[in-house]
């Protein structure tokens, strides 16, 4: 969930600091010092101070024990009220959802192939928790893979997992809640793409008291969300294509092609905004006019064709960048790059890590 080792190691230091002055293994003076060297600003290293309850100069701010009320992860609220991390750019969703995330011990280094070693690949159930996987769809080539990749955890861990598949279709993803309802799952993980449609079922279950997380579209206040980091994830990735521009092309930029999925709400939409902010950063010259947007649904059959419609009418843009609301939306571009046959000088980014 961190979208650099920088804030990885931010959070993880912020948090030190806190469970010391918390467990009063740290003064006042010395948490602000340390503080200052993280990068905190002063009303946020003050502003955990007073939570720790001490104006002392020099005695440890919590009286040398973590209670309730100043546990360190009460304060760490105030650091990361959204759950990620202080950075000014991040844009989570707005109704004060929760947003779950991994704290920065949750792997330990990378394989061989640098994918993460995490440290709960090992983590067996304490019973046999029956979980509803009720994802966006199996036309989504990401959505069979991760349906795998989760069925093959929960038969190590030693829990029970049944997938709903709600289709790209608000009303049949209210049906699958029914069902779960029906059936009395203990957790529900809620991925479809129509926010107004997770409200409806957010009421069927808290109704059953069935806890659940909504994951990459918000669900309604207060609801669980795991946030895909929409924002700057895709800011990122906007600007490692403004760098390949920059290096392959002089930083010539004739059209971008931008594959969005508007009926996924405003907070996906931050995808786009992302992929803009980022091209910009590095390109901050390239007009408005070479940016094309258009509804891929974030299906690759439907981005291909609007992509071709759009490469069709702009047959004298040479230079092309493609930025997929999701991977395959992204494939769907690289099928029409490559139809014109103008790969030469197209560089296309996705969303969600897919090859």
């Not at 080539?141 to 093959?152: A, G, P």
């Not at 008291?209 to 309604?220: C, K, L, Q, R, S």
């Not at 405003?266 to 006019?289: C, N």
């Amino acid at each position: 969930m961190f979208p650099s080792e920088t804030d990885r190691q931010t959070y993880g230091a912020t948090e030190a600091a806190i469970r010391d002055v918390v467990g009063g293994r740290l003064t006042r003076s010395g948490f602000l010092r340390r503080a200052a060297a993280i990068g905190l600003s002063g009303s946020m290293a003050t502003s955990i101070l007073s939570a720790c309850g001490s104006d002392s100069e020099e005695q440890p701010a919590a009286g040398g024990q973590e209670s309730a009320g100043t546990s360190a992860d009460a304060l760490m609220k105030l650091v990361y009220p959204d759950g990620l991390t202080s950075d000014e750019t991040y844009k989570g969703p707005n109704g004060g959802a929760k947003v779950g995330v991994l704290p920065p011990d949750a792997f330990d280094g990378v394989d061989s192939e640098g994918i993460r070693n995490w440290n709960f690949k090992d983590l067996k159930a304490t019973k046999d928790h029956r979980i509803a996987y009720a994802h966006f769809s199996s036309k989504w080539d990401l959505m069979v893979e991760s349906i795998e990749r989760f069925n093959r955890f929960a038969k190590q861990a030693g829990f029970t997992v049944e997938t709903f598949d709600n289709n790209f279709d608000a009303d049949q993803a209210i049906k699958n809640a029914d069902s779960i309802v029906a059936q009395q799952f203990d957790f529900v993980i809620e991925s479809q793409i129509f926010p107004d449609a997770n409200k409806a079922i957010d009421r069927k279950l808290k109704a059953a008291d069935i806890p659940a997380i909504y994951f990459a579209v918000e669900g309604p206040e207060g609801a669980m969300f795991m946030d895909a980091g929409n924002f700057r994830m895709c800011e990122a990735t906007g600007e490692w294509l403004g760098n390949y521009a920059k290096d392959n092309w002089d930083g010539k930029v004739d059209l971008v092609l931008m594959a969005a999925q508007p009926r996924a709400g405003k907070y996906v939409g931050q995808r786009e905004e992302g992929y803009k902010a980022g091209l910009r950063k590095v390109l901050p010259d390239i007009p408005d006019s070479a940016f094309v947007v258009f509804d891929s649904q974030g299906l690759l059959e439907e981005a291909q064709k609007k992509a071709a419609d759009v490469l069709t009418s702009k047959a004298d843009a040479r230079n092309i960048i493609g930025c997929g609301t999701n991977d395959d939306a992204a494939v769907g571009i690289v099928r029409a790059v490559e139809a014109a046959k103008r790969t030469d000088t197209a560089a296309v980014g996705g969303q969600a890590g897919q090859a």
